[in-house]
Every structure is written in structure tokens, then in C-alpha cells.
């Protein structure tokens, strides 16, 4: 399972419903926040995930909406958080303009952690037992821009009442068995992973996309996503201006999920010129597993269930 709270959703200025890009996903300890907009801090409190483990941060590109947070964050999470590593991932050009914001921060002093900054390419970011992170490039306005995927390992499912009927004991030994490896029971019988075990199934995949200024080509990458999150900062009657300044209309959006058969589509980066309800309105009628994500939304992804929403509390 996946989780994502949206921290800020607005485009390119906070309203007073939404703030600046951030968002944070979760899979049990891990915690990888993407994008860091101005007041992301206090959308951290709010939604009451706080700042515990949050040392891994994802920049899908270094526009000034999407990084300015990231001085008072990394000067709280090393100061008052007493947090010894901070690994930030970005293209190379987003990095360089967050090394410079950090220099304005902490200015010649040392800074209160070990701040590493890891240049992003196609490919793997990390990886688990359970689950990868991987790195994309996409077209936005200037170079290094990229999108995720987070998706657990595919897994053959243990099949408790078959191994119970075989005389398995409850255990490690399971363990073992789940790991692909046989084991001898007391009596002598030697089983087998195959014995136990049910067909492959994949795990839950979630894909995400903040500003963009094209889809070509992501169909493959989206494919069979259990979500897609990406962004919607216009709409259709203003596509011209959306392709002037790099950014989707909701319909291009919903035509993406729509070619790569995702299971759910959430929209974020909304412009103020909208009501969420017309950029809703304007995906559903292309596909009508469409949600807008509104500042502290918290999503939770399981595989073979819809996905599902919870509303964070704001007091």
C-alpha cells in the first residue's frame, strides 16, 4: 500500500484553499515528500504527519513554486529535529539552485546535517525489499525535469490453507518459503516455494507527475497504474495559453489515463482562474475515475481496492 498526502496543490501562487506544490507518499517506514513549496512547514503540521523520517525529498523540477520551502525545512529538520542526513534528488540544474537557497539559509556556517544532493536520471532512486522508486524525464519549460514511480515488487501470494494442509508449522519456516526456498518438515517431507505458493500478482503502482507540458510517450510508463497523479492547470478553452507556459489542460490529463488504462486519476497544480468543479467536470467526461486533490487530501492506494480518500483534519 501507498499512501499520499497532497501538502499544497495550487499552481505558481498559493490561494487561500491551496498552497504551493508538496506532497508526501508513504509506504510503511519510508516517507519520500516531492516538491517542497513555499509554507510547506506548516501544511506538514496541519495534516499532523510532522517531520519524523521525512529525510528523503523528491524535486520534479527547480521552479521557485516547487523549491522555495526547502531553506526552512532543512534549517528545522536539522536544528529542532536533530536529523542527521538529508538526501534531496533533482536534475542537475534543480540542484544547483538549491544548493544556492541552502548558502542563503545557513550562509557560511556548517550546516546542522549532512545535506546530499543526488542528481536524478532514468532509473532507479531506490530500492527495498518491497518496493522501487524510480526517476523519469519529462518536458516541462527547461531542462531536468522528471515524474515517479513508486511500485511494489511483484509477489506470489502464500497460500496459508494449502500449507496448513501439508503439514507446514507456523514460523519462520514460512518465511523461508515465502523467500523461494524449501524447507524439510520434522518428518522427513521436503517442500517446496512452488508447493505453497500462488501465481504472480503485481504490486501497487502509483505514478507521479507534476508540471508537465506533454504526455507523448507516457502511456508505457502509466501503464495498469493503480493511480496517476499529475497535473491540471488549465483547461480545454484555454489551451493555448497551457501550451504557451508548458502545462496540461484537465482533458489531456484524462485522455493520458484514459490510453494507459490507469485505475484512478487525481489531479493537482490548479490554477486560481478555476473552480476544482470545471476541472473535474472537464476529466470525468473523458474518465470518470477522476479526483482533485484538495491541500491536505490523504490518498490510500491498496491493490484491488479503490482507491480511497480521507480528509486530513485542518484544526
Known sequence: MFEVVFLGTSASAPSVQRGLSSAVVMHGEYRFMIDCGEGTQRQLLRSRLGFKRLDRILITHGHLDHILGLGGLASTLGRWETLERLDIFGGRSALKRIEGLLRVVFGSARFPMTVSLNPLDHGPVLETRDFVVSAFPINHRGPDCFGFVFEERARRPFLAEKAAALGVPAGPVRRRLVDGQSITLDDGRVIHADDVLGPVVNGV??????????????????????????????????????????????????????????????????????????VLDEARAIFAATSVANDLDHFKIVKGKPVELVRAETS
Do not use: M, W
Open 205 to 278: 503502482k502509483l505514478v507521479f507527475i507534476n508540471d508537465i507540458s506533454e504526455t507523448t510517450g507516457l502511456e508505457k510508463i502509466a501503464d495498469q497504474a493503480d493511480a496517476l497523479v499529475i497535473e491540471s492547470t488549465y483547461c480545454r478553452d484555454e489551451l493555448a495559453l497551457a501550451r504557451e507556459f508548458g502545462h496540461l489542460t484537465a482533458a489531456d490529463a484524462a485522455q493520458l489515463a484514459a490510453a494507459a488504462n490507469v485505475k484512478q486519476l487525481i489531479l493537482t497544480h490548479l490554477s486560481r482562474r478555476y473552480h476544482p468543479q470545471q
